[in-house]
């Protein structure tokens, strides 16, 4: 059972627009700022999206994020066969159990 | 460029003691950053085991915490993960990773070493 909530799957066409979204509480999401990870398969976790809405370098601006309360929405628009992969919400927990925390996992499928 | 790299045994056996390394190039564990690990059972989510700063200081997963230790060589550049007592449970990739001080995100990650606890 993960701290975050994501929703298993989501799925779209080629070129369409697709939003994932991370839900979680006050001690977490709604008081720290929320990163993204793209993992594709059988690769590891690569850095996305952090600081709730930045993007590293070499990261294109089709993938976007933002925040709102305890909740946070990945973007992804012009999909692509290339952005099939499973995408991971993180931030940190500021309660008593203290430490990183991520999403479940959302499986993405460009139709 | 900063790399990292885990190594360790592939296979532990129950109730024994799992120890890997993550050697790290392109930076110095000595810097203001935490160096982390983080584990993904199979076909599951991520999940943060714990971190060591420079200065020693650990964070551990509250629900692993009697049973991990997290340490650093800095004449090495490397830090290590040690979990005891494991069981199938605790079959999983481990990835090493990075986050910067005040920071909650983690910017590099070891390319994962698949741990397998079976007798």
């Known amino acids: 059972q993960s701290v975050l909530t994501q929703p298993p799957s989501v799925s779209a066409a080629p070129g369409q627009r697709v939003t994932i979204s991370c839900s979680g509480s006050?001690?977490?999401?709604?008081?720290?700022?929320v990163s993204w990870y793209q993992q594709l398969p059988g690769t590891a976790p690569k850095l996305l999206i952090y600081?709730?809405?930045k993007r590293p370098s070499g990261i294109p601006d089709r993938f976007s994020g933002s925040k709102s309360g305890t909740s946070a929405t990945l973007g992804i628009t012009g999909l692509q066969t290339g952005d099939e992969a499973d995408y991971y919400c993180?931030?940190?927990?500021?309660?008593?159990?203290?430490?990183?925390?991520f999403g479940g996992g959302t499986k993405l499928t460009v139709l | 460029q900063v790399q990292l790299q885990e190594s360790g045994p592939g296979l532990v056996k129950p109730s024994g003691t799992l120890s890997l390394t993550c050697t790290v190039s392109?930076?110095?564990?000595?810097?203001?950053?935490?160096w982390t690990w983080v584990r993904q059972p199979p076909a599951k989510g991520l999940e943060w085991i714990g971190e060591?700063?420079?200065?020693?200081?650990?964070n551990y997963n509250p629900s692993l915490k009697s049973r991990v230790t997290i340490s650093m060589d800095k004449s090495k550049n490397q830090f290590s993960l040690k979990l005891s007592f494991v069981t199938a449970a605790d079959t999983a990739m481990y990835y090493c990773?990075?986050?910067?001080?005040?920071?909650?995100?983690?910017?590099?990650w070891g390319q994962g070493t698949l741990v397998t606890v079976s007798s």
């Open positions: 990773t990075r986050r910067r001080d005040g920071h909650s995100y983690f910017e590099y």
């Open positions: 392109g930076d110095s564990i000595s810097s203001n950053k935490w």
């Open positions: 060591i700063y420079p200065s020693g200081t650990t």
């Open positions: 006050s001690s977490n999401i709604g008081n720290n700022y």
């Open positions: 600081d709730n809405n």
């Open positions: 993180g931030t940190w927990e500021s309660s008593l159990s203290a430490g990183g925390v």
